[in-house]
C-alpha cells in the first residue's frame, strides 16, 4: 500500500473565484480516501500552494480526436503507437503491448502506460464528477503543444480548452520527434486555467525545469492568458531512475481526486506535495492488477 505521510507544507496559494481581484483568505481543502495508494490523513496546509475550483457546474470536456497529418504522424511515434511486439490490452483508444507491461513492471515508463491511465482516469474516475471541467492531456499532444510551430495545427489538435478549469500535462525530456518513446525522464505540469497557475512536480529535483516552462509558456499562448510557473520543491523525489512515470501516474490521480474533484466549488484547494511519500512498487501493482482485470473481462466478454 502507497502512502503520503502528514506532514505539514507550506507555500503560495492562488485567489479563489469569489476573490480574483483582492486577497484571498485560504480555507483548508477538503479530502477524501477515494485514493489507495495514499493514507486518509489531513491535507496539507492551507496556506501551500493552491488553485481555486469553479463555482459554476457543467459537463467534462471531451477530447477532441480530429484526425490530421501532423497528429497521425506524433501519435505514431508517441501517444498510441503499435508496437512491433504483441497487443496485449486494447482499451478505448489506447493500445498496450506486451512490452509495455514488461515496462510497467519494473521499468521506465512507456508513453502507453502514462496514456492508459490518463485513459482509465478518464472512463472510470471523471464520469462521477459530472460537474468536473478538467482535461487529462495525453503525452503525444503535450509534445505536440511543445515541438509543433504552427499555431493552427496546434489547435485543431487540441482538446478545446475554452471551459476547462485545470489541465493535467504529463513533460517528457524528449527532444526528438523523430525518435518513439524518446526522453529520460517525466514530471507532471498541472496548469489552474481558473488562476493562471501552472503548478510543476519533477521527482528528479529541477530535471525537466526547462520542459515544463517551454510547455507553460506554449499553453499560455493556447489559454491566451498568462500563467504564472511555479516550479515545487517539495514534491516527493524517487530514489532510483526508473520511477519518475510512476511518480507522475501516482501524484496526478492524488490531486486530480483528493484535491479538486472532492472540494466544494469556491473552496480552496492546496496543490503542495511537501511531506508526501510515494509507494512506486505499489503503484506499480496497482496499475498492472488492473491492466489485468481489465484484459480477463475482456477475454470473458469474447468467450
Not at 496556506?47 to 471531451?62: E, F
Not at 477532441?64 to 483508444?93: A, N, T
Not at 478538467?134 to 503525444?140: D, F, K, N, W, Y
Not at 466544494?264 to 498492472?288: I, P, Y
Request: aromatic letters at 6%; hydrophobic letters at 35%.
Amino acid at each position: 500500500m502507497s502512502t503520503f505521510d502528514n506532514e505539514e507544507a507550506t507555500g503560495r496559494s492562488s485567489s479563489s473565484p469569489s476573490s480574483r481581484k483582492g486577497s484571498a483568505s485560504s480555507a483548508e481543502a477538503s479530502t477524501t480516501s477515494i485514493i489507495s495508494l495514499f493514507s486518509d490523513g489531513d491535507e496539507d496546509d492551507a496556506n501551500s500552494s493552491g488553485t481555486s475550483l469553479p463555482s459554476d457546474k457543467g459537463s467534462p470536456v471531451p477530447l477532441r480526436r480530429k484526425r490530421m497529418p501532423l497528429r497521425d504522424r506524433i501519435v505514431r511515434h508517441f501517444g498510441h503507437s503499435l508496437s512491433p511486439e504483441k497487443p496485449y490490452l486494447s482499451y478505448y483508444d489506447v493500445l498496450l503491448t506486451l512490452e509495455d507491461v514488461k515496462s510497467l513492471k519494473n521499468d521506465w515508463l512507456t508513453d502507453n502506460n502514462i496514456a492508459f491511465w490518463e485513459e482509465y482516469l478518464e472512463r472510470e474516475t471523471l464520469p462521477k464528477f459530472p460537474q468536473a471541467r478538467i482535461v487529462l492531456l495525453r503525452p503525444s499532444m503535450t509534445f505536440l503543444l511543445m515541438k509543433e510551430p504552427d499555431q493552427r495545427a496546434i489547435r485543431a489538435a487540441l482538446p478545446d480548452f475554452s471551459k476547462v478549469t485545470h489541465i493535467f500535462m504529463p513533460i517528457n525530456d524528449n527532444r526528438n520527434v523523430s525518435v518513439a518513446e524518446g526522453g529520460s525522464h517525466w514530471s507532471l505540469l498541472v496548469v489552474s486555467a481558473l488562476d493562471g497557475k501552472a503548478f510543476h512536480y519533477d521527482s528528479l529535483g529541477g530535471a525537466n525545469y526547462h520542459e515544463a516552462k517551454l510547455a507553460t509558456t506554449k499553453m499560455s499562448h493556447i489559454l491566451k492568458r498568462r500563467l504564472d510557473f511555479e516550479n515545487l520543491r517539495d514534491a516527493p523525489q524517487q530514489e532510483n531512475g526508473s520511477d519518475c512515470g510512476v511518480f507522475v501516474c501516482i501524484i496526478m490521480r492524488h490531486l486530480l481526486v483528493k484535491r479538486l474533484l472532492s472540494a466544494n466549488a469556491r473552496e480552496k484547494v492546496s496543490m503542495s506535495m511537501g511531506g508526501k511519500m510515494v509507494d512506486s512498487n505499489g503503484g506499480r501493482k496497482e496499475m498492472l492488477a488492473i491492466i489485468e482485470n481489465l484484459r480477463e473481462e475482456g477475454e470473458r466478454r469474447r468467450s
